[in-house]
C-alpha cells in the first residue's frame, strides 16, 4: 500500500533556521566578547606588567661599577691607584651552551685545564641576569687579537676594558695597606646585590677590608637597547657612578723604607707612632709579599709557595704576631708598682742573682748570675734587673698587675682601624680557672713581672704601650688613616687616660728608660752613645723554648728558630717625644745587641735632617697637651 507524502513544513524550517542563526550568533557574540575582554585585560589591565616585559627583551638596565678611591701616603706618594686593563667577560644569558664556549675560549687562548676549571667557577658565582663575568684579566694583545678573529665561535663573549687596582709600592704596604680580590661565594651573599652590582672585587685584608666602605663607591647604571642577539645599539639613559673616596694614610714612604732597610732582612716586625697623634707612621712585617697577583687572582703554584714557606710572609707579624714582651714591660711595671704603693723610687732589692719566694728553694734567676747587689728602681730599668721585678711582682699580685698591665693596653685590640688586629693576651686568676681549671701559683705571679710565663703581646701593642709612657698616659688610639676625603677619622670609643695618684710617677720610669741608652751601665749604652739626641728605651728578651732550672742558655745547642726573640722599646726626644718605635726581631736573641740598633735607624730617618742633625723643629719642646701635663 502505497506511503502518504509527507508534505513540507515552510514554516517549521524557518524557525529552526532562525533558531540556529541565533544561537550561532549568540556564540559567535561570546567569543568576540571574550576576545575583547582578553584583548582589555591584556592591553588595558595588565598595561604595564608586558609593556615592561617587552621592554625588557629590548631594554637592559646595566650597572656601571664606581672607581676606587685612591690611597696615598701622608706626603702624598701614591701607594694603591687603579690601572686600566683589557678582561674578557663571559654573558651567560646570551651564551647558549657557556660550557662549550668556556671550552672555546680555552682553546682558542691555548690555556691549561686547571685555568678552564677557574673560568667555570667564576661563572658559576650567582650574578644579576645579563650581568658580563669576567674570568680573565690583562690580556695581552696576542689574545685580544685571537678572541677577535675567532669572535663568532665565542657568542656573549666580549673584551672590555676595566679598572684593575694596582699597587706601585709591592711588598712595601702589602700588610698595612693590603689588597683587594675578586668576591667570593660568602662574600656575595652577604653583600647587598644593589651596591655591588658591575663590582667584582673587594677589599680582603688591611685598609682596603677596614674601609670598604668609603673606598668602594657607589654603583651608577644605564639603559641600553639590543637587539635579538644581544648586541648594545644605543644608550637610552645614564646614571653616572659615584668615585669611592680618597684615603691619605699617616704611613711614611721614606720611613717605611728605612725601616725596612734596618732590619735587613731578618724575620720580624717594627711600629713607629708618633705620640702626640697616635699616626702609625711605619709598619713592618716582614718577610712581606707582593700584593699585586692577588687582585686578579694568585696562581695556584704561587700562593702555594708563599703559604707554605717556612718564613710565613703571609703573616702580619705585627698585628697577629704573639710574642712574650719580655723586659719592655718593666717600664709600665715601674709606674704600677709607684702608683699602687708597693713601692717608692728609692726602695731598693739586694740581688744575689736569683730571686725566691718566703719557704721556696726554687730559683728565679736573674739574666746576671753574678747579681747587681742593691739595686733601686732607677738601677733596675736601667740594668734590667730581673730579682728587683720578681720582687715588684711577688708584692703586686696578680690581681694588680692584671689591672694596671691592661690600663696600658696588654690583652686587648687598641687600633683604631686595623682589621687583622688580636687582643694578645693578659692571663689573670679567672683565664687560668677557666682555661685550665687549676689556680693561679705565686711563681706564675713573679715570671709574668718579667714578661714572660702565659702574657702574648702583639708588637703593636708594644708600641702603644711605650707611646702611654711617652705621653705620660694619655691614650690616643694608634691608626692608619690620616684622612678619609680630607677629614680625619673619629674614634667612637676612646680609652680613658691612665690617671696616676703622683704624675711623677711617670718621670721617674721615663728616667729609668733614659738611663738604658745613657746611663754609665744601661743595657743599650753603645747605641745610645752614638745619638745626637735624648732616647728613652727598654730592650726585652722573649724566651721562645724553656730553659731546665740550673741551666744557662746556650746559643750553639739550640737551632736557629727556637732561639730567643730580641724586643726593644723606645721614644725620642726623651723630653720632647715626637716618636715611639717597638722592635722584635725573630730569633734576633739580644734586644740591646740586635733591637736597639734597629730602633735607632727608624729614629734618625725621622728626627734627623739631611746633614745628620737633630730637625730645629724637635729641638724645641712644642706646647702640646701631653708637653704640657
Known amino acids: 500500500m502505497p506511503q502518504p507524502i509527507r508534505l513540507k513544513d515552510h514554516e517549521k524550517d524557518a524557525r529552526l533556521v532562525r533558531q540556529r542563526v541565533l544561537v550561532g550568533a549568540a556564540a559567535i557574540l561570546l567569543l568576540v566578547a571574550g576576545l575583547v575582554a582578553r584583548l582589555y585585560y ?72 686547571d685555568e678552564r676549571a677557574l673560568f667555570e667557577k667564576r661563572v658559576r658565582q650567582g650574578r644579576r641576569p645579563f650581568e658580563p663575568v669576567p674570568v680573565l684579566f690583562e690580556l695581552s694583545e696576542e689574545q685580544i687579537a685571537r678572541i677577535a678573529v675567532n669572535q663568532f665561535r665565542l657568542p656573549g663573549v666580549e673584551v672590555v676594558a676595566q679598572l684593575v687596582r694596582h699597587y706601585p709600592q709591592g711588598e712595601h704596604f702589602a700588610h698595612s695597606v693590603g689588597y683587594v680580590g675578586r668576591i667570593n661565594e660568602k662574600e656575595l651573599k652577604e653583600l647587598d646585590p644593589v651596591d655591588y652590582s658591575g663590582t667584582h672585587h673587594i677589599g680582603k685584608t688591611g685598609i682596603e677590608r677596614f674601609y670598604e666602605e668609603q673606598l668602594h663607591g657607589e654603583v651608577g647604571y644605564e639603559e641600553v637597547e639590543t637587539n635579538a642577539r644581544g648586541r648594545v645599539l644605543r644608550v637610552l639613559k645614564r646614571t653616572d657612578p659615584l668615585p669611592g673616596k680618597d684615603l691619605v694614610l699617616t704611613l711614611d714612604v721614606r720611613l717605611q723604607e728605612a725601616a725596612e732597610a734596618a732590619l735587613g732582612g731578618r724575620r720580624g716586625a717594627i711600629v713607629a707612632i708618633q705620640p702626640a697623634t697616635g699616626e702609625v707612621l711605619a709598619m713592618v712585617s716582614q718577610p712581606s709579599f707582593d700584593p699585586n697577583p692577588f687582585v686578579t687572582g694568585i696562581s695556584f703554584k704561587a700562593y702555594a709557595e708563599l703559604r707554605d714557606s717556612i718564613d710565613r710572609p703571609l703573616y702580619n707579624r705585627v698585628l697577629r704576631g704573639l710574642y712574650p714582651p719580655g723586659s719592655t714591660i718593666k717600664p709600665m711595671m715601674a709606674v704600677a708598682g709607684l702608683d699602687a704603693g708597693v713601692i717608692t723610687p728609692s726602695s731598693r732589692v739586694f740581688d744575689p742573682g736569683f730571686y725566691q719566694l718566703p719557704t721556696h728553694s726554687h730559683k728565679y734567676r736573674n739574666w746576671n748570675r753574678s747579681g747587681d747587689g742593691w739595686v733601686n728602681l732607677e738601677m733596675a730599668i736601667m740594668r734590667s734587673n730581673d730579682t728587683y721585678f720578681y720582687d715588684l711582682a711577688h708584692k703586686m699580685g696578680i690581681d694588680r698587675m692584671h ?43 713573679l715570671i709574668l713581672g718579667i714578661g714572660q710565663g702565659y702574657m702574648q703581646t702583639t708588637p703593636l701593642q708594644l708600641a702603644q704601650a711605650v707611646t702611654l709612657m711617652a705621653n705620660r698616659g694619655k691614650w690616643i688610639r694608634p691608626h692608619l688613616a690620616r684622612t678619609i676625603e680630607g677629614r680625619p677619622p673619629v674614634d667612637a670609643e676612646p680609652l680613658p687616660d691612665i690617671r696616676l695618684r703622683d704624675p711623677k710617677s711617670w718621670d721617674y720610669a721615663r728616667f729609668g728608660m733614659e738611663q738604658v741608652m745613657h746611663g754609665p751601665r744601661g743595657t743599650a749604652r753603645k747605641v745610645g752613645d752614638s745619638a745626637v739626641y735624648r732616647i728613652a728605651g727598654k730592650s726585652g728578651t722573649a724566651q721562645v723554648v724553656a730553659i731546665k732550672q740550673g741551666e744557662r742558655y746556650d746559643r750553639n745547642k739550640i737551632q736557629e728558630r727556637h732561639r730567643d726573640h730580641a724586643l726593644f722599646v723606645a721614644f725620642a726626644p726623651a723630653d720632647n717625644p715626637q716618636i715611639a718605635v717597638a722592635v722584635m726581631v725573630e730569633n734576633g736573641e739580644s734586644g740591646s745587641g740586635v733591637a736597639a740598633p734597629v730602633v735607632k735607624q727608624v729614629m734618625d730617618a725621622w728626627l734627623l735632617d739631611d746633614n745628620g742633625q737633630l730637625k730645629v723643629e724637635y729641638a724645641t719642646p712644642l706646647k702640646t697637651e701631653v708637653g704640657q701635663r
Open 42 to 113: 591584556l592591553q588595558v589591565v595588565q598595561y604595564e606588567y608586558h609593556s615592561t616585559l617587552s621592554e625588557n627583551n629590548r631594554v637592559h638596565v646595566q650597572p656601571i661599577p664606581p672607581t676606587r678611591g685612591l690611597i696615598f701616603d701622608r706626603n702624598g706618594v701614591l701607594v694603591a691607584d687603579n690601572r686600566p686593563s683589557f678582561s674578557l667577560t663571559l654573558t651567560r644569558e646570551r651564551a647558549g651552551d657557556w660550557r662549550q664556549v668556556l671550552d672555546a675560549i680555552v682553546e682558542v687562548l691555548e690555556l691549561s685545564a
Open 403 to 445: 689591672d694596671y698591665m691592661s690600663r696600658f693596653g696588654l690583652g686587648q685590640r687598641v687600633a683604631l682601624d686595623m682589621f687583622e688586629e688580636t687582643a694578645g693576651l693578659m692571663p689573670s686568676r679567672d683565664w687560668k680557672r677557666a682555661r685550665y681549671r687549676q689556680p693561679w701559683y705565686p711563681g706564675e705571679t
